[in-house]
């Protein structure tokens, strides 16, 4: 096996992390979706995709590592939202801890001086940047548009 057994177990729980984000993702597709916010929920369900994804590379690291995948249970995302507002601070907070979880990864990989585990971590290192991003800027929009959440639609109508 190419990893030890710490950075399988943190990467499984990785695996459980994504795909936790993934149903949170959703849940706020939903919510958006109710409130007719039809261009803010097919943002929020993309990125649901791309969090399943994310949870899938880390299974096929783990198993061309010659490790064994786990699936953790997803703890229930939360359903219920205040406002449009606090809808995307929660995806933004979400991103901000997944890069907090991948510079953890990535700080395991060197402590165990495993350099495919590193070098496999790095794509991560990069996409949480445009993660972080892409939260920071849907959320700066959604509060300048304030009560007329309308206007962030007709804005994404354009982009």
Do not use: C
């Not at 990125?47 to 299974?59: G, L, N, S």
């Not at 359903?79 to 995307?88: I, R």
């Not at 991560?124 to 959604?142: C, G, K, M, N, Y």
């Amino acid at each position: 096996m190419l990893i030890g057994q710490k950075i399988e177990a943190a990467f499984n729980a990785q695996v459980g992390n994504e795909l936790g984000n993934s149903h949170q993702y959703l849940a706020i597709a939903a919510y958006f979706e109710k409130e007719a916010l039809f261009g803010l929920a097919k943002i929020f369900s993309k990125q649901a995709d791309e969090e399943r994804e994310h949870a899938m590379k880390f299974v096929k690291f783990l198993l061309d590592a010659g490790a064994t995948p786990r699936f953790p249970a997803v703890v229930e995302p939360r359903n219920d939202f205040a406002s449009a507002v606090d809808a995307a601070q929660l995806a933004y907070d979400s991103e901000v801890k997944t890069t907090e979880q991948i510079y953890a990864l990535v700080d395991l990989a060197l402590s165990e001086r495993n350099h495919i585990a590193h070098n496999f971590l790095q794509w991560f290192v990069s996409e949480q940047l445009e993660e972080v991003s892409s939260a920071d800027t849907r959320l700066s929009v959604i509060r300048r548009a304030g009560p007329s959440v309308l206007m962030v639609e007709a804005y994404l109508a354009h982009e």
